[in-house]
């Protein structure tokens, strides 16, 4: 699986849209990029992924760059409850079964000011 | 509400002292899976099921049995714990071919 770099936090007003960047310079056609989040030692929940295209979902929009190089997670509309440790997976498409251990990296401490 | 449940949800016991973690979905998932999470190590995978009857190991299995008799029950039991065992376990779910994972809300274990 590529690995993935993603600063350890960042600030977002509360309100403001809230953009989280990630690398992925080694990613290969076949993998897609995962967002989860883990508030607080609670179990991760998934947000969104993709492949090539952008993609947005009720919760958010991700930007995948043409060379798929990187990629960006924007919440549009940042509220406290945001605040929480965001992880960039990338991984292959499931196969229909296997192992599929997710790798959380760090990721990046996301806090939302009020 | 679908959900994945876990119990207990805290736990401090013994170094030796057989315990079960259960986990439970009703998603009617074919595919759960067992973590750990511990601080600067991430979460690491410890088995995995892909339907009833079948399991295979994850990542970090030794110390751990798994069973699937039923579909939405995937227990994690440690026969003889020790105190490297000592995590934050999640439980989570998914449709065999999908990509979203449902995680439950974790088990903090501590062995003495």
């Known amino acids: 699986d590529a690995k993935t770099t993603q600063p350890p936090s960042m600030d977002c007003a509360e309100g403001r849209a809230a953009n989280l960047p990630c690398n992925h310079s080694?990613?290969?056609?076949?993998?897609?990029v995962y967002w989860y989040r883990q508030i607080h030692s609670q179990g991760p929940q998934y947000i969104i992924h993709?492949?090539?295209n952008n993609e947005t979902n009720e919760m958010a929009s991700l930007i995948i760059t043409e060379d798929r190089k990187s990629s960006t997670l924007i919440l549009p509309h940042a509220t406290l409850r945001d605040t929480a440790v965001y992880y960039c997976?990338?991984?292959?498409?499931?196969?229909?079964?296997?192992?599929?251990?997710?790798?959380f990296g760090k990721g990046t401490h996301l806090i939302i000011q009020p | 509400e679908a959900q994945v449940t876990q119990n207990p949800r805290y736990l401090i016991t013994v170094t030796g002292k057989k315990l079960t973690v259960t986990c439970s979905q009703n998603?009617?998932?074919?595919?759960m899976s067992w973590y750990r999470q511990d601080p600067g190590l991430g979460l690491r995978q410890i088995y995995y099921?892909?339907?009833?009857?079948?399991?295979d190991k994850g990542d970090v299995p030794e110390g751990y049995k798994v069973s699937r008799k039923e579909k939405r029950n995937f227990p994690l039991i440690l026969e003889s714990p020790s105190p490297n065992q000592t995590s934050l376990y999640f439980c989570?779910?998914?449709?065999?071919?999908?990509?979203?994972?449902?995680f439950g809300p974790g088990t903090r274990l501590t062995v003495t």
């Open positions: 989570a779910s998914r449709r065999q071919a999908e990509y979203e994972q449902y």
């Open positions: 080694t990613i290969s056609g076949n993998e897609y």
């Open positions: 993709g492949l090539k």
């Open positions: 997976i990338v991984r292959g498409a499931h196969s229909g079964g296997g192992a599929d251990g997710l790798t």
């Open positions: 998603m009617n998932h074919e595919y």
């Open positions: 099921s892909m339907n009833v009857e079948v399991t």
